[in-house]
């Protein structure tokens, strides 16, 4: 079982947990090789952009990892919620509900991804795929995140968590994360529980021609976004992704170091990020 508290802290099993991880698009049984280097990193979760099945949450139980149901990419990818040729709301629910079904007694699920970087106008979509979360797993939260800040007061019917995901390096001054997780915990009024997103892909790797010269990021910009989203309130932090990283072998071994090196420095500190103590 996984909640937030008063504090907007996430609890999972009975203890506060700071959920820190990246989005992971290699399903396992194609690259095992690449997850065995995840989950060598700092982090204590997961959110495997492929359909998971619980062979995979095996592995993630196996590797002290905690994963999410990422149904932003399965459910939603439009205003009325229904996708992958499903032909109407009763159809889809009976597909979502055996989804769900299947991953949520599992001791290794966190809970649902269910939005990323939707447009307003999927409110109706969103909001009808989180009443069915709630619906057949009331035991699990729904995470969104937003690219647009100011979508984050327009989805709240639709999550028990929220971020944003600002990506500033090589685009926008640093300051850009203090403004995302402002937005995000100031729509909320305090009152939910954020998860950020950082960045950990280059620009460049995006858009060659529009962003040539971007660079990924350095040891001390990881710390930078990963210190100014805690301190801004973040209670977790998830990074995209590790997939591109993959895809540039020569520079991986540097990359991966300068990401974990900083991340390490996160770990470490889990234990004053998780009281609820006053400074």
Same mark, same amino acid.
């Given at each position: ?5 008063? +504090?907007? @802290? ?5 203890? &506060? ?6 989005? %992971? ?12 280097? %995840? ?11 492929? +359909? ?10 196996? !590797? ?29 629910? /009976? ?8 991953? @949520?007694? +599992?001791?290794?699920?966190?809970? %649902? ?5 939707? &447009? ?14 709630? !619906? ?20 709240? &019917? ?15 001054? *640093? ?16 009152? @939910? ?14 858009? /060659?021609?529009? %962003? ?12 930078? *976004? ?14 995209? *992704? ?5 895809? +540039? ?18 770990? !470490? *500190? ?7 103590? &006053?400074?």
């Amino acid at each position: 079982k996984a909640y937030v508290d008063e +504090h907007q @802290r996430t609890i999972v099993d009975g203890k &506060p947990f700071f959920p820190f991880g990246m989005y %992971y698009a290699i399903p396992l049984k194609r690259d095992r090789a690449a997850f065995e280097i %995840y989950a060598q990193g700092p982090f204590n979760a997961i959110l495997p952009y492929f +359909h998971a099945d619980r062979k995979d949450f095996d592995a993630f139980e196996e !590797k002290g990892l905690k994963g999410l149901f990422a149904c932003a990419q399965r459910w939603v990818t439009s205003p009325r919620g229904i996708r992958n040729g499903l032909k109407d709301e009763a159809e889809a629910e /009976a597909v979502f509900r055996r989804e769900i079904e299947a991953v @949520r007694d +599992h001791p290794a699920f966190l809970g %649902y991804n269910t939005a990323d970087e939707s &447009p307003l106008t999927y409110l109706p979509g969103e909001t009808w795929a989180y009443n069915l979360i709630r !619906k057949f797993d009331p035991d699990h939260p729904a995470w969104s995140v937003c690219a647009d800040f100011s979508n984050v007061r327009g989805f709240l &019917p639709a999550y028990d968590i929220v971020g944003t995901d600002p990506y500033p390096v090589s685009r926008h001054p *640093m300051r850009h994360v203090t403004d995302g997780v402002n937005a995000a915990v100031s729509s909320t009024l305090g009152r @939910r529980c954020i998860w950020q997103v950082s960045q950990a892909f280059s620009w460049e790797w995006e858009n /060659a021609k529009a %962003y040539k010269g971007a660079h990924f990021p350095s040891e001390q910009e990881f710390r930078n *976004m990963f210190w100014q989203n805690i301190v801004g309130g973040a209670k977790g932090l998830f990074l995209f *992704m590790y997939d591109g990283l993959r895809k +540039h072998p020569e520079s991986f071994e540097a990359n991966w170091k300068a990401l974990c090196n900083a991340g390490f420095e996160v770990k !470490k *500190m889990m234990p004053v990020l998780l009281s609820a103590d &006053p400074a």
